[in-house]
């Protein structure tokens, strides 16, 4: 499966803890997501509902882990 998300900055955190970090918004309309697009971050998070299999398991693929 394909993901679709846009990746913000989460400016707050950035600045208060000095890391690079954002949040990943699944949207249908955005780019799809990539190993690439998300290597310019030390940190990224991502929240979904809990009956959202194919996105997290096309999520773990771009190595996102379940916790």
Avoid: C, Y
């Avoid at 993901?3 to 000095?18: G, M």
């Avoid at 690439?36 to 991502?46: I, K, M």
């Avoid at 959202?52 to 398991?57: F, G, I, S």
């Amino acid at each position: 499966m394909l993901v679709r998300a846009n990746i913000d900055p989460l400016t707050w955190e950035n600045q208060f803890f000095n890391v690079n970090s954002a949040i990943v918004r699944l949207d249908d309309d955005a780019l799809p997501l990539t190993v690439e697009r998300l290597a310019g971050w030390s940190r990224v998070q991502v929240k979904i509902a809990a009956h959202q299999m194919a996105e997290l398991d096309a999520l773990q693929q771009l190595g996102f882990s379940a916790r």
